[in-house]
C-alpha cells in the first residue's frame, strides 16, 4: 500500500488534487488530504470541496490569510508533526501557492520524498510570488510531474536531471474535461440573466494588477468598455474587493456587474458560454484554451505559453487603451478558435499516469 499525503490550501490547487483523488491505481494507494487553510472563505474553498467532490480533508490547518513570510512559517510549523504523524511515502504538492511551497519545504528538511504536480511552469519573472514558489519547489521535488515538454525545457534549463521529470499531462484538463456536462447541466448564465455568447467574464486578483490603485484603475475601465457593449460579469476575489474599496475605486467599474466568486461548477458553466473571458487567472487560460473562448490575460508574461500558440489566448498590457483595442479585435473574429488544437497530454488523463507512476 502506498501512502500518499496530498496538501492543498489555496483555490487554484483544489481543480488539481481532485482527479487525483479518483484516478484508478494499479496498486493499492492511500490518500490522506491536508488543506493548509491558506484560502478558508466558503466561496474560495467550500463551495470547491461541493463542487469537486473532494472529501473533507482529513486534517485541516486553519492557517488563514497573514504576510507571506508569516503564513508560509505557520504552516511549516503545523505542517511538520502532520507529517511525522502520518509517515506517508509521498508528500504530493501542487501548482504554485505558499502552501506548496511549505510542504515541500517542510518535506525535503525530513527526508521525505516530494511529488510536484504542475513542476517546470515558469513565467521567468521573479517579482511574482507563484514564480518563486514554482522554482524552488522543483528544486526540492524528487520528481518533477510536469504539463508537457516546454516545462521539461524549463526544468532542463535549471540543472534538474532527466531522472527526475516526467510529462504527465495538465491535471486541471483531467477536471474541466470530467465536469464539463455537470457544469453546463446548471444552466449558469440563463439564471444570471445574460445571453449564451453575449457576455463577458472577468476575474483580477494578482498583486502586480489589484495591489496598485493606478493599474487597477485602468483595468476597471477596460472592463466598463467592454460593459458598453455587452454584460461583464466580474468575480470578484476577496483581496480585489478589499483593494476596490481602499482605493475608492467602485466608480471606475462603471456598467460592470461585480459579483461574489462563485464554485468551479459555475464558473466553468459562464466560461463556456462566454464571447470573452479578461482575466490574470492561470486556471483560466487553460481553461478558456480548452473550452475555445477567446481570453485576454492582462499580464506581461504567461506561464502557459501553450495557450497563446493555441490561438485562444493573448497578453495584454493592463490598461484601458490596451483593452480596447484588442476587445476590437476579439469583435472582428467570431469566437477565437472554435476548436483549438490541445497540447499533447492535456487529454483528461494526467492524474492517472501520476497515480500509476507514484504508487
Ligand atoms: C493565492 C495564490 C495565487 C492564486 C490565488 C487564487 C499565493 C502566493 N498566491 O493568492 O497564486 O492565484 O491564491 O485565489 O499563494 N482572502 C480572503 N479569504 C480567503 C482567502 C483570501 O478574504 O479565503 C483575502 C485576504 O485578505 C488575504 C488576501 O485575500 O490577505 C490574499 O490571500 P492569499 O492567500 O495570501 O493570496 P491570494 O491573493 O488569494
Known amino acids: 500500500m502506498t501512502r500518499l499525503l496530498h496538501v492543498v490550501g489555496a483555490r487554484p ?42 472529501p473533507a480533508p482529513d486534517v485541516n490547518l486553519g492557517i488563514g490569510s497573514a504576510s507571506h513570510a508569516v503564513q508560509t512559517g505557520r504552516m511549516m510549523a503545523e505542517l511538520e508533526p502532520v507529517f511525522d504523524r502520518y509517515a506517508p511515502d509521498w508528500i504530493v504538492v501542487y501548482g504554485d501557492v505558499n502552501s506548496t511551497l511549505a ?117 476597471l475601465a477596460g472592463m466598463s468598455h467592454v460593459a458598453g457593449t455587452m454584460p461583464v460579469l466580474f468575480l470578484v476575489h476577496p483581496r480585489t474587493r478589499q483593494r476596490i474599496k481602499d482605493f475608492g475605486l467602485e466608480r471606475r467599474a462603471t456598467g460592470v456587474r461585480l459579483l461574489d466568486p462563485v464554485g468551479y461548477l459555475e464558473t466553468i458553466g459562464l466560461v463556456e458560454r462566454a464571447a470573452l473571458v479578461l482575466t490574470d487567472s492561470g486556471g483560466l487560460q487553460v481553461e478558456t484554451t480548452i473550452l475555445g473562448v477567446p481570453c485576454l490575460t492582462a499580464r506581461p508574461n504567461t506561464e502557459w505559453t501553450e495557450t497563446v500558440e493555441s490561438g485562444t489566448n493573448r497578453l495584454v498590457p493592463p490598461s484601458l487603451e490596451a483593452i480596447k483595442s484588442a476587445f476590437a479585435d476579439v469583435r472582428r473574429q467570431d469566437r477565437a478558435v472554435a476548436a483549438p488544437p490541445r497540447p499533447p497530454l492535456w487529454d483528461g488523463r494526467a492524474a492517472e499516469r501520476i497515480v500509476a507512476l507514484l504508487a
Open 103 to 219: 510542504a515541500a519545504l517542510v518535506a525535503a528538511k525530513k527526508a521525505l520524498k516530494v511529488a510536484h504536480v504542475e513542476a517546470g511552469v515558469r513565467s521567468f519573472d521573479r517579482s511574482m510570488p507563484e514564480e518563486v514558489n514554482r522554482v524552488l519547489t522543483d528544486q526540492l521535488a524528487d520528481i518533477c510531474l510536469t504539463p508537457g515538454a516546454s516545462a521539461d525545457r524549463n526544468l532542463r534549463r535549471e540543472g534538474v536531471p532527466d531522472d527526475r521529470i516526467r510529462a504527465v499531462g495538465n491535471v486541471m484538463v483531467d477536471t474541466l474535461l470530467a465536469l464539463r456536462p455537470s457544469a453546463a447541466k446548471l444552466q449558469v448564465p440563463e439564471r444570471m440573466g445574460v445571453g449564451s455568447g453575449d457576455y463577458a467574464v472577468a476575474t483580477f486578483h494578482r498583486a502586480g494588477n489589484v495591489d496598485d490603485a493606478a493599474t487597477l484603475s485602468e483595468l
Open 13 to 54: 490547487n483544489f481543480m488539481k488534487v481532485a482527479p487525483l483523488l479518483r484516478a484508478p491505481s494499479p496498486h493499492p494507494v492511500e490518500h490522506i488530504l491536508v488543506h493548509t487553510g491558506q484560502h478558508y472563505d466558503a466561496a474560495m474553498s467550500d463551495a470547491f470541496f461541493r463542487d469537486l467532490g473532494l
